[in-house]
Nanobody, 128 residues
């Protein structure tokens, strides 16, 4: 069974950086999409970035593009989210999630209902 564990959340100041990690286990030989979602209080869970396990190709949403970078190291079964130029509005619980790649483009990465496995989340707070 696929399991995901996030780490790296914490407090950052505006303009600062954090790097989140998601360590996965239990993957089959199928290709997967590994996604980062975030959820701020009172808001919908938002898909912000996604990477293909097989080849590392990635997608990022408009709200984080140019500031956040997703990557994966399959030798470590780990996906990273490097977050730079952090803003207070980035404050949220960040979740790692995954689903078998359906070959339908990046739309799966934007929908929490498409994800089949979730980590428990890690809190990122951006504040002065």
């Amino acid at each position: 069974q696929v399991q995901l564990v996030e780490s790296g959340g914490g407090l950052a100041h505006p303009g600062g950086s954090l790097r989140l990690s998601c360590v996965g286990s239990g993957f089959s030989s199928a290709d997967y999409l590994i996604a980062w979602f975030r959820q701020a209080p009172g808001k919908e869970r938002e898909g912000i970035s996604c990477v293909k396990k097989s080849d590392g190709y990635s997608w990022s949403g408009d709200s984080v593009r140019g500031r956040f970078t997703i990557s994966r190291d399959n030798t470590k079964n780990t996906v990273f989210l490097q977050m730079n130029s952090l803003k207070p509005e980035d404050t949220a619980v960040y979740y790692c999630a995954t689903v078998v790649n359906g070959g339908r483009g990046w739309g799966q990465c934007q929908s929490y209902s498409e994800m089949e496995h979730w980590g428990k989340g890690t809190l990122v707070t951006v504040s002065s």
